[in-house]
């Protein structure tokens, strides 16, 4: 047990320390960020797949009323990482970029008779990117040089409960979020000794609420279907935007600064999402997601000719939808290769901010994967799960990103709650 739990807090400090590092998408520039992936590792196995889905020994945060269903016998934990290589191509450029992180970390137990909680710490959105551009101007016979660098992200850190009465559970997630993000751009002449850098920050700590149901229809001894249902609460986050207008003059090294700062700018937007999942008896699961991010009420810190303020239809509501399923040969046979899960899933999604006046880009991704059992002196079953996904973003006239990602995660599922018997 001791061993577990400190897995578990090195987890969390490691995703805490590297969770700067989950992208280098120039698209993260945007808005809060690139939406980070959610749920754990069976999830990402059936690329998130998981609103209407409950299992005793799996880990499932994408609906909190799914801890209702823990297994009465054991403590979960469900930790996870991953690695990613991300192809870049605008006008015939091309390059490549790999990124590796320690993504989630979550655990569950039982705290009475249809009751269970869970706890742990997800990403939410982050932020890494670092490029440039320049443009010749012949008039000037100098060129005009811009870099784009940035780096943050929001996580949070969560307890949830859910309870079942009948065929109906009901829970919550109530956390600390807290992250930020900081930006810069950097303007140039190659013929003057003048630039100009403005810095962008924003620096999050509040709270973070999401509720979920869900209801289960019997279809016979080995067969049901489950309605799932969610909602994340949007709010005011309580944060200052600053923004910094510095102007260098390096033939004196002096520089003026303009500081400019928007109380209160940001905020969460509204979270729904509805599923439904087919099972049958522990081997066949089918599934599939809608959510939706009401992104497009929300104003969002914008600078322009020195001004900066809260500003209008520089986000839009976004959409998700994604399919999956999960496939056990024979659950309850002796042989490791029969207990083995199969899991695919695919998703396409709409993106929640704007590039100038054009949307940003959509983003299509599919992925597969398996659960490995692992046998302990215990008897207990835990899994190695093991995915790769491939993501594609794109918008015409801008950078196309195609991402291959492997996740890795593990699910100790110990029966701390057993009771030994000794004749």
């Excluded at 489950?226 to 935007?241: M, R």
């Excluded at 390096?250 to 729904?272: M, N, R």
Aim: proline fraction near 3%.
């Amino acid at each position: 047990m001791n061993r577990i739990l400190v897995s578990f807090l090195i987890a969390s400090s490691a995703m805490t320390a590297f969770a700067q590092g989950a992208t280098n998408s120039p698209y993260s520039q945007f808005g809060l960020g690139e939406i980070a992936q959610q749920g754990g590792s069976q999830n990402r196995g059936m690329d998130g797949l998981g609103i209407a889905l409950h299992q005793g020994n799996q880990v499932n945060t994408a609906n909190p009323a799914s801890y209702a269903y823990v297994d009465s016998l054991t403590m979960l934990f469900d930790m996870g990482l991953s690695a990613s290589l991300t192809h870049f191509e605008e006008n015939g450029v091309k390059k490549n970029a790999r990124t590796g992180n320690f993504e989630y970390a979550v655990g569950s137990f039982r705290l009475m008779k249809n009751v269970g909680a869970t706890f742990g710490i997800l990403p939410v959105t982050n932020v890494g990117y670092d490029y440039s551009s320049s443009v010749y101007l012949p008039e000037a016979q100098s060129t005009m040089s811009t870099a784009y660098s940035g780096d943050g992200g929001l996580q949070k850190i969560f307890v949830g409960m859910g309870a079942r009465l009948g065929h109906l559970s009901a829970g919550f997630n109530v956390g600390y979020l807290w992250g930020g993000y900081k930006r810069s751009i950097l303007l140039a002449s190659s013929s003057a000794v003048n630039s100009l850098t403005k810095k962008y920050q924003a620096d999050v700590s509040n709270y973070v609420l999401d509720f979920g149901l869900q209801y289960d229809l019997s279809l016979g001894k080995r067969d049901r279907l489950t309605l799932g249902a969610t909602y994340g609460l949007g709010h005011k986050l309580n944060t200052d935007a600053t923004c910094d207008i510095i102007n260098s003059n390096s033939s004196i090294g002096k520089a003026d600064t303009t500081h400019l700062v928007i109380s209160d700018a940001l905020e969460l937007p509204h979270t729904f999402g509805v599923g439904l999942a087919y099972s049958r008896l522990n081997t066949l699961t089918v599934g599939v997601d809608a959510t939706m991010q009401r992104w497009g009420d929300l104003k969002f810190p914008k600078e322009s000719n020195g001004q900066y303020q809260l500003a209008p239809d520089m986000l839009k509501d976004s959409y998700k939808m994604t399919i999956g399923t999960e496939w056990t040969p024979r659950y309850n046979s002796r042989r490791l290769i029969d207990r083995i899960k199969y899991r695919i899933g695919a998703s396409y999604m709409t993106p929640y901010y704007k590039i100038g006046n054009i949307d940003g880009p959509k983003q299509y991704s599919v992925s597969a994967g398996f659960g490995i059992p692992i046998q302990n002196q215990l008897n207990a079953r835990s899994y190695l799960n093991i995915s790769a996904q491939w993501v594609n973003q794109s918008v015409d006239g801008l950078v196309k990103e195609n991402t291959f990602r492997i996740n890795l995660g593990i699910t100790f599922n110990e029966r701390w709650f057993a009771k030994w018997k000794v004749e």
